[in-house]
């Protein structure tokens, strides 16, 4: 079984920066790719930022130049910068892992999310 588990977020006014991390642990043979996905209420889910093991990055046009994705292969772990946070970025940020376990089987695995609230 593959763990997800953020952490960081939490409150901050308009123009102002905060961080999340994520580890994936568990029955893990290879990671693919690692991103983040937010959620504000009434809305679905939408893609943040996407990275996979060659460090190629994708994000949501709403965050580019304001949001940066990177992650640590060595120790499972991705982390979101977040700049110029803006109201509309309040959300449940979800960390979301990709890749093959320990049995070669796939999975696709999610963390419980965390609380980003940007006050205008």
């Known amino acids: 079984q593959v763990h997800v588990v953020e952490s960081g977020g939490g409150f901050v006014q308009a123009g102002g920066s905060l961080s999340l991390s994520c580890e994936a642990s568990?029955?893990?043979?290879?990671?693919?790719?690692m991103g983040w996905y937010r959620q504000a209420p009434g809305k679905e889910r939408e893609l943040v930022a996407t990275t996979n093991a060659g460090h190629s990055t994708n994000y949501a046009d709403s965050v580019k130049g304001r949001f940066t994705i990177s992650r640590l292969n060595a120790q499972n772990m991705v982390y979101l910068q977040m700049n110029s946070l803006k109201s509309e970025d309040t959300a449940v940020y979800y960390c979301?892992?990709?890749?093959?376990?320990?049995?070669?089987?796939?999975?696709?695995?999610w963390g419980r999310g965390s609380q980003v609230t940007v006050s205008s």
């Open positions: 568990g029955s893990i043979f290879t990671i693919v790719a």
């Open positions: 979301n892992v990709r890749g093959y376990n320990s049995e070669r089987k796939v999975f696709d695995a």
